[in-house]
């Protein structure tokens, strides 16, 4: 794959992990639900500094703002 293919295809794996999150909460297992917002939490962060390759990744902002509010939406869901 493309370079810009894997990285919206990191993006897109913090919306699928926000899925399981929310899964794994109406299971009540909530260590996992934890481990797994860990992994989305880290993978933002790894990728959010990419914003400034705005120009070459054209989807790059939409994208992470996306995952920004899946993560925000993980976050609340477990407090």
């Known amino acids: ?11 897109d794996c913090i919306q699928e992990l926000g899925a399981v999150v929310s899964d794994s909460k109406m299971r009540d297992d909530f ?6 917002l860990t992994i ?5 962060n ?3 500094g990419l914003v400034e390759f705005s120009n070459t990744l054209k989807k790059i902002k939409p ?3 996306s995952a920004a ?11």
């Open 40 to 44: 989305m939490k880290k993978l933002f």
């Open 46 to 48: 790894e990728l959010e």
């Open 31 to 36: 260590d996992f639900a934890n481990k797994v």
């Open 63 to 65: 994208k992470l703002a």
């Open 1 to 11: 794959v493309s370079d810009d293919a894997y990285v919206y295809g990191l993006l």
């Open 69 to 79: 509010v899946t993560l925000n939406n993980a976050k609340r869901l477990l407090k």
